[in-house]
């Protein structure tokens, strides 16, 4: 069955990630239509919403596939072996599985007189070792479990897709299904707990192959992939490739710096009048000459005074007209 739905779970672990990518876009969209109540904007969000998932390619259903297509062989094998080996064993035929068969793999024992209709609630002759033998596969399926779950969300996920309501939802479910295990395997008869490790084991390898093979860009994974890739290139004496992304350069011109105009309003927001405006120019104009007479004072220069400094303007201009002349 998990050979069979391998296509599935590679559409699972890359629905996955691409949900968590999506994550920011996501919170935009709903930040953008955030307090809006009417039909129009939920229409318009649901819109963009799809758009986001359409675009990146993720789909909220990708990923509960393969579990929806175990679920019934899971609950199935669970009733035949709590419900059904029993009554088998006891003279009453089920299908294929006769009373004969039955009684057999009733009676099957494993660690001295464990067998798989056993569950640590209901240990039976097995005692103290039934419940050893199921601790210890409850034990393991929570340890697979949240190695399963970190290296998707932890080395498979860019920083930036790590933060957000979604990714602390995958944060809680890397504590919450190994929880969940400790909860409900007590009362799991040990074949079904051997069937549920064994296909956390089986899901454990698939996703290493897979986040191995095709890492999400940008990614702890990613880096990984690349340093294998260099090593073996090294030891053929290749130059090392260069995996740094180009950056992108924008098609379009970039904006002009905005021209500064001067102000032309006084302090109280009021447009200056042309009287004003002379008196402002003269204090600017007194301000610039008092800061020159003090780095002249600062060099050991001998300043200028107004007078001196008007006459010789005055000289410059009869100067100019007598050329003129």
């Given at each position: 069955?998990?050979?069979?739905?391998?296509?599935?779970?590679?559409?699972q672990?890359?629905?996955?990630?691409?949900?968590q990518?999506?994550?920011?876009?996501?919170?935009?969209?709903?930040?953008?239509?955030?307090?809006?109540?009417?039909?129009?904007?939920?229409?318009?969000?649901?819109?963009?919403?799809?758009?986001?998932?359409?675009?990146?390619?993720?789909?909220?259903?990708?990923?509960?596939?393969?579990?929806?297509?175990?679920?019934?062989?899971?609950?199935?094998?669970?009733?035949?072996?709590?419900?059904?080996?029993?009554?088998?064993?006891?003279?009453?035929?089920?299908?294929?599985?006769?009373?004969?068969?039955?009684?057999?793999?009733?009676?099957?024992?494993?660690?001295?007189?464990?067998?798989?209709?056993?569950?640590?609630l209901?240990?039976?002759?097995?005692?103290?070792?039934?419940?050893?033998v199921?601790?210890?596969?409850?034990?393991?399926?929570?340890?697979?479990?949240?190695?399963?779950q970190?290296?998707?969300?932890?080395?498979?996920?860019?920083?930036?897709?790590?933060?957000?309501?979604?990714?602390?939802?995958?944060?809680?479910?890397?504590?919450?299904?190994?929880?969940?295990?400790?909860?409900?395997?007590?009362?799991?008869?040990?074949?079904?707990?051997?069937?549920?490790?064994?296909?956390?084991?089986?899901?454990?390898?698939?996703?290493?192959?897979?986040?191995?093979?095709?890492?999400?860009?940008?990614?702890?994974?990613?880096k990984?992939?690349?340093?294998?890739?260099?090593a073996?290139?090294?030891?053929?004496?290749l130059?090392?490739?260069?995996?740094?992304?180009?950056?992108?350069?924008?098609?379009?011109?970039?904006?002009?710096?905005?021209?500064?105009?001067?102000?032309?309003?006084?302090?109280?927001?009021?447009?200056?009048?042309?009287?004003?405006?002379?008196?402002?120019?003269?204090?600017?104009?007194?301000?610039?000459?008092?800061?020159?007479?003090?780095?002249?004072?600062?060099?050991?220069?001998?300043?200028?005074?107004?007078?001196?400094?008007?006459?010789?303007?005055?000289k410059?201009?009869?100067?100019?007209?007598k050329?003129?002349?």
């Amino acid at each position: 069955m998990r050979t069979l739905i391998i296509p599935l779970f590679v559409r699972q672990i890359r629905a996955s990630r691409a949900m968590q990518m999506v994550s920011p876009e996501l919170q935009a969209v709903q930040k953008k239509y955030k307090g809006k109540t009417d039909q129009a904007s939920k229409q318009k969000m649901a819109e963009e919403t799809m758009a986001v998932y359409k675009e990146a390619g993720a789909s909220p259903f990708s990923s509960c596939l393969p579990v929806l297509l175990q679920m019934p062989i899971f609950f199935g094998l669970f009733r035949v072996l709590f419900i059904k080996l029993p009554a088998a064993a006891g003279g009453e035929a089920f299908g294929a599985l006769s009373a004969d068969l039955a009684q057999s793999a009733s009676t099957a024992t494993f660690f001295g007189n464990v067998t798989i209709a056993d569950s640590f609630l209901k240990s039976g002759d097995g005692g103290v070792t039934t419940k050893i033998v199921a601790g210890l596969i409850i034990a393991c399926m929570s340890g697979v479990t949240f190695f399963t779950q970190k290296s998707l969300t932890m080395k498979n996920m860019p920083k930036a897709a790590l933060e957000g309501p979604m990714a602390s939802t995958q944060k809680m479910m890397l504590y919450m299904l190994p929880f969940i295990y400790v909860i409900t395997g007590p009362s799991m008869p040990i074949g079904v707990l051997i069937y549920w490790l064994t296909t956390n084991v089986w899901t454990f390898g698939q996703q290493y192959i897979v986040i191995r093979a095709t890492p999400t860009p940008g990614t702890e994974a990613e880096k990984a992939k690349h340093e294998r890739i260099n090593a073996k290139r090294e030891k053929k004496g290749l130059e090392p490739l260069d995996f740094t992304p180009p950056k992108k350069v924008s098609a379009e011109p970039e904006p002009e710096a905005p021209i500064r105009v001067q102000p032309t309003k006084g302090k109280s927001g009021k447009k200056l009048s042309d009287e004003e405006k002379l008196e402002r120019a003269r204090a600017l104009r007194a301000k610039a000459a008092e800061e020159r007479r003090k780095a002249q004072e600062a060099a050991g220069e001998v300043p200028e005074s107004p007078s001196q400094g008007s006459n010789a303007l005055n000289k410059n201009k009869g100067g100019k007209k007598k050329r003129k002349k």
